[in-house]
């Protein structure tokens, strides 16, 4: 069956440090995978897309990398801030047309 | 521009009762998306509009579950009747026209919070 998993566990990091979280996902061929940021008592918020043919994709102090091979996306902060603390979703489109998210990993930078 | 709006934020009901939610897309969005967010976990697709008619409902437990969209902008979800296992966030999420999902960029309202008593 369609899997998509990110690091159940939270992640905490020093401000100033890069996070780096894992998105892994079997039985999926996607075109496309998305970033999304989502805090406590909102909708989530699109942070980036990258598709298959590119390897990485960089806005601001946001990197995203998307790996066919390994069907891995990793999704880099650098110089994280207490206001990047989040839950950050990836999703991707599925076998039934619809765009699939992960439960998410929720990064705490600590000042 | 204005966002999704959704009302109402939150609602608490015992079981069996039923529950209506209310979602306004941002002007112009032509496809429409309700998901379920059960605590710990991503959204889960319901279903989803194009414009008025209904693209995907796979996933929408339409024993009690029912959801419209008249004239193409607003859409309504409602829930009849309600079971503890729904109590969850219900969110709405709009986009411009409807290509690949995946390539497609979602802007979500704030939710709805259920609780089922």
């Known amino acids: 069956s369609q899997k998509i998993e990110q690091n159940s566990e939270a992640l905490n990091i020093q401000e100033g440090k890069t996070a780096t979280l894992t998105c892994n996902y079997t039985?999926?061929?996607?075109?496309?995978l998305q970033w999304y940021r989502q805090d406590p008592g909102r909708g989530p918020v699109f942070l980036l897309l990258?598709?298959?043919?590119?390897k990485e994709k960089r806005k601001e102090r946001l990197k995203v990398t998307f790996d066919t091979t390994l069907k891995q996306s990793l999704f880099h902060i650098t110089a994280s801030q207490p206001a990047d603390s989040a839950t950050y979703l990836c999703?991707?489109?599925?076998?039934?047309?619809?765009?699939?998210f992960g439960s998410g990993t929720q990064l705490t930078v600590l000042p | 521009e204005a966002g999704v709006a959704q009302s109402p934020r939150y609602k608490i009901i015992e079981k069996r009762q039923s529950v209506a939610f209310w979602c306004n897309p941002i002007s112009g969005h032509a496809t429409l998306y309700w998901y379920q967010q059960i605590l710990g976990q991503g959204p889960k697709l319901l279903i989803q509009?194009?414009?008025?008619?209904?693209?995907?409902d796979s996933q929408l437990p339409k024993d009690r579950f029912s959801a419209e969209r008249l004239k193409g902008v607003d859409s309504t979800l409602k829930i009849q009747p309600a079971k503890l296992e729904d109590s969850a966030v219900y969110l709405c999420?709009?986009?411009?026209?409807?290509?690949?999902?995946?390539?497609?960029?979602?802007?979500f309202g704030p939710g709805t919070r259920l609780l089922v008593l």
């Open positions: 039985n999926y061929s996607p075109a496309y």
């Open positions: 999703a991707l489109e599925g076998s039934a047309r619809q765009l699939t």
């Open positions: 990258i598709r298959e043919n590119e």
């Open positions: 509009f194009q414009n008025n008619g209904v693209v995907d």
């Open positions: 999420a709009s986009s411009l026209r409807l290509g690949l999902a995946g390539q497609e960029t979602q802007y």
